[in-house]
Nanobody
Framework: QVQLAESGGGLVQAGGSLRLSCAASERTFSSYAMGWFRQAPGKEREFVAQ????????YYVDSVKGRFAISRDNAKNTVYLQMNSLKPEDTAVYYC???????????????????WGQGTQVTVSS
């Protein structure tokens, strides 16, 4: 089972940018579709974005389309989430997650993912 570790979170003003990284422990990373989720205090974990194992397909929740971009570098076993035009409502703990499921029907469901990172805090001040 691949292990994941996020980094890059922090405090940023509204309108600013951050890039999150998620490093995987194994070369089997390239077989996994990778997702980013977030969880704000008192709220359920929310799907943010997913990228297919090859990087050819990307999916986003409507609230981040046009502001966030997911990418991956399979040579570096790393997936990224570039977050621009950040808003206070983007404040949350962000998690990366991996799945060997290659379809699109369940990609936003956290139970589809079998491996998770520990999370990184993103705080956007107004």
């Amino acid at each position: 089972q691949v292990q994941l570790a996020e980094s890059g979170g922090g405090l940023v003003q509204a309108g600013g940018s951050l890039r999150l990284s998620c490093a995987a422990s194994e070369r089997t990373f390239s077989s996994y579709a990778m997702g980013w989720f977030r969880q704000a205090p008192g709220k359920e974990r929310e799907f943010v974005a997913q990228i297919s194992s090859s990087g050819s397909r990307e999916y986003y929740v409507d609230s981040v389309k046009g502001r966030f971009a997911i990418s991956r570098d399979n040579a570096k076993n790393t997936v990224y989430l570039q977050m621009n035009s950040l808003k206070p409502e983007d404040t949350a703990v962000y998690y990366c997650a991996g799945t060997l499921y290659s379809g699109s029907m369940r990609l936003s469901n956290p139970t589809t993912y079998t491996t998770w990172g520990q999370g990184t805090q993103v705080t956007v001040s107004s």
